[in-house]
C-alpha cells in the first residue's frame, strides 16, 4: 500500500540493515581472529559485546519494524525481524564457537530481511 506521503521510517531500516552486516562481519571477524591470535580474540568474544549489540539491534529494531508497520499496516517485516531478534537472543546462551557463530548469522539475515521488507512496504 502506497502512500503519497513520503515515509519517513526507511532510513532506520537502512541503518538496521548496515548494523546487521556490522554484525556478522564481528562474527566472521572473531572466528578468525580465534584461529590467528587467540589471546587477543578474547576481547572481541566478551558478552557485554554480544549484549550490547543485542540492545541495540531491539531498540532500532522494535522503532524502524514497530513504526513501519504502524504506517503502512503490513505485519511481516516484524514477525521476520522479531524471529531474527528471538534468534540472536538465543545465541547469548550458547558457547562460543561454530554453532554460535551460524545461529548468530542466520539471526542476523533474518533481522536484516524483515528491515528490508519494511522498506519495500513503503514503496
Known sequence: MQTL???RFPRLDGIAIGLSGLCAV???G???AFGLLSSVANIFAAPIIHEAGLAVAIVLGTLALGLGARQHGILLPVAVGGLGLGIMAGTLTLEHGTGEMLWSLIGV???AFGHEL???AFW
Open 26 to 28: 564481528h562474527c566472521i
Open 118 to 120: 519494511n522498506r519495500r
Open 30 to 32: 572473531t572466528a578468525v
Open 109 to 111: 539475515g533474518l533481522l
Open 5 to 7: 506521503a513520503t515515509p
